[in-house]
Structure formats: structure tokens, C-alpha cells
């Protein structure tokens, strides 16, 4: 049995988070798609994304969006939740590194900085100069290794006055 409650989870993507929702990026679109939480949500090898065996370190994993960069020239993970630690994670077959990548040590932690994000990229462009101090303070254990450091920075020195 799970030590996460993967419906509990679930709701609260749909609850806190947009369906959908795109961020320009310097011309650059940044789309994400939480669609996928309107439903039961499905291992990651239930997608079929692989013509080999799900390796077990993946097992664990519950897809609830999909990030897509450049419409579809860039990046295009899917968002996923570890079942067993709460982790949540990103997973890109086609990355040159492992697939499997951090983006925040809870749900609510992600939904907090994805909300941050969304702020600063649609409302307050000022405030990207404390988007990476803001991104660490929301999750200190995961802002060295995470997705969103680079994210943060990048958009902090697009942004820069």
C-alpha cells in the first residue's frame, strides 16, 4: 500500500492548480498540463512510452501533468508524484541525463512554487530578482538539486532590470 494517499493528491492538483496554463518565456512558450489529475492517476509505465521493461526505480511514480517547452521542440517531461516518499519528480525518456529528475520534496510544495511562478511570469515580472532566493525558501531541500533552480535563475536573468 502506498504511503501516500495518491487520491488525496490527486484533488488537490485539481483543486489548487490551472488544468492548464502557458508562460512566455523571452517568445519561448512554457505550457503545462495538469489534465492528466482529472482522473485516476496512472503509473508511469501504464503510458506505454517504452519499447523495454519499466525499470523498478520508476514503478512508483503517478503521472498528474506534462511540462512542454517550445511546443513540442523543446523539453516535454511528464509530472509525477512517487508514491512511496511524496517526491515529486520529473520524467523525460529522451533526457541525456537519468529521466528521473527532482523538482520539489512534497505536493504542497510544488504547488507552492508552481504558484509562485505563475505569479511572477503572469503579474509581478519586478519580482523575478527574488525568484530563486524565493524558490529556495519554499524548498531548501531540494533547491540545489531541483529543475526549478535553473528555472528560477533563468528567469531571474531575463528578467533583470
Given at each position: 500500500?502506498?504511503?501516500?494517499?495518491?487520491e488525496?493528491?490527486?484533488?488537490?492538483?485539481?483543486?489548487?492548480?490551472?488544468?492548464?496554463?502557458?508562460?512566455?518565456?523571452?517568445?519561448?512558450?512554457?505550457?503545462?498540463?495538469?489534465?492528466?489529475?482529472?482522473?485516476?492517476?496512472?503509473?508511469?509505465?501504464?503510458?506505454?512510452?517504452?519499447?523495454?521493461?519499466?525499470?523498478?526505480?520508476?514503478?512508483?511514480?503517478?503521472?498528474?501533468g506534462?511540462?512542454?517547452?517550445?511546443?513540442?521542440g523543446?523539453?516535454?517531461?511528464?509530472?509525477?508524484?512517487?508514491?512511496?516518499?511524496?517526491?515529486?519528480?520529473?520524467?523525460?525518456?529522451?533526457?541525456?541525463?537519468?529521466?528521473?529528475?527532482?523538482?520539489?520534496?512534497?505536493?504542497?510544495?510544488?504547488?507552492?512554487?508552481?504558484?509562485?511562478?505563475?505569479?511572477?511570469?503572469?503579474a509581478?515580472?519586478?519580482?523575478?530578482?527574488?525568484?530563486?532566493?524565493?524558490?529556495?525558501?519554499?524548498?531548501?531541500?531540494?533547491?540545489?538539486?531541483?529543475?526549478?533552480?535553473?528555472?528560477?535563475d533563468?528567469?531571474?536573468?531575463?528578467?533583470?532590470?
Open positions: 500500500m502506498p504511503a501516500i494517499d495518491i488525496a493528491a490527486r484533488v488537490e492538483v485539481t483543486e489548487k492548480l490551472p488544468i492548464r496554463t502557458r508562460w512566455n518565456l523571452d517568445g519561448t512558450p512554457w505550457d503545462w498540463d495538469f489534465s492528466r489529475s482529472l482522473r485516476s492517476l496512472e503509473p508511469i509505465g501504464a503510458l506505454g512510452l517504452f519499447g523495454t521493461v519499466v525499470l523498478d526505480d520508476w514503478r512508483p511514480l503517478r503521472v498528474f506534462e511540462e512542454a517547452v517550445g511546443e513540442g523543446g523539453a516535454h517531461p511528464f509530472v509525477c508524484m512517487h508514491a512511496e516518499t511524496g517526491l515529486v519528480l520529473g520524467f523525460d525518456i529522451e533526457r541525456d541525463k537519468s529521466p528521473v529528475f527532482l523538482l520539489n520534496t512534497s505536493l504542497a510544495r510544488f504547488i507552492a512554487t508552481f504558484l509562485l511562478f505563475d505569479h511572477v511570469l503572469r509581478e515580472r519586478a519580482a523575478a530578482r527574488e525568484l530563486p532566493a524565493r524558490v529556495r525558501e519554499i524548498d531548501a531541500d531540494a533547491f540545489g538539486e531541483s529543475e526549478w533552480r535553473e528555472a528560477a533563468y528567469v531571474e536573468a531575463l528578467y533583470r532590470a
